[in-house]
C-alpha cells in the first residue's frame, strides 16, 4: 500500500455574490422549476460565515449501536456585505411594496419568498468552489448606522440567509470544486451562474454553454 501525499489549495477570498428570486405558483411555496429570469451578481461580499444546523442520532439494535444517522435540517449563511440593494433586500423582507409612490411598509407578518443564492470561493493558486444554495429565505439582517468620522470607515451589515432542502432527498447544496478530478471541463463562473443548478442535467448545460 502506498502513500499519496496530497497538497490541497488554501482559501484565498470570498467572490461575489448571486442570487435569483423564485416565482411561485399561485398554490405553492416554492416551485423548483420557477425561478426568475435575472440572476443578480452583487460584489459587495466581505464575509459568509456558514453553520449546518445538524443533528446526528445514534441507531441502537441488539444492545449496541448499529448506525449514526446524520440529518442537516438547515444550512445558515451570514452575510456581510458593504452594500445590498434597497429595493431587493424589502423584496426578502417581504415588505410592502406596493404603492406607486415609492413608500414601503415593513414589521407586519408577511410570508418571505424563496430565493436561490450562490456564493463564489477563491483559492490561491487558482482553484474556485462555485455553490448554489436553490431553495433559500432571509432570516434577519441588520440595519447599523454610525456618524461619520474625520477618516472613512466601512459600515457593513449583515444579512442571514438559511437553506432548506430543495429536493425529496434532503440536499440543500449544489456545488463544484476545480480541485476534484471531475470538474466539467470549460465551466467558467459565467456559466455556472447563469442560472440555478439543481441536478446533473443543470450542471451539464451550463458547462455546455457556448460551446
Known sequence: MAIKTKRPMIKETVGGMYYCFNTKEEKAEYDAENYEEDVIKCNTVKNIGTTENSEATAVRASGEDYEAVNQVSSIDMAVETVAFDPEDLAKMRGDDTSDTGGL????????????????????????????????????????????????????????????????????????????????????????????????????????????
Not at 411598509?105 to 483559492?123: C, E, H, N, Q, Y
Not at 439582517?141 to 459600515?155: C, K, Y
Open 104 to 211: 414601503m411598509l415593513s414589521g407586519a407578518p408577511s410570508r418571505r419568498p424563496f430565493f436561490a443564492f450562490g456564493k463564489v470561493v477563491r483559492k490561491i493558486g487558482g482553484g474556485v468552489q462555485y455553490a448554489w444554495y436553490p431553495k433559500c429565505q432571509l432570516v434577519e439582517n441588520t440595519d447599523d448606522i454610525a456618524t461619520s468620522e474625520d477618516t472613512f470607515s466601512e459600515q457593513n451589515d449583515t444579512v442571514t440567509i438559511r437553506a432548506y432542502a430543495f429536493e425529496e432527498k434532503g440536499h440543500k447544496k449544489a456545488y463544484v470544486d476545480s480541485e476534484t478530478s471531475n470538474f466539467p471541463e470549460g465551466l467558467t463562473e459565467e456559466k455556472f451562474f447563469a442560472k440555478p443548478i439543481l441536478t446533473k442535467e443543470d450542471l451539464a448545460g451550463a458547462a455546455a454553454l457556448g460551446a
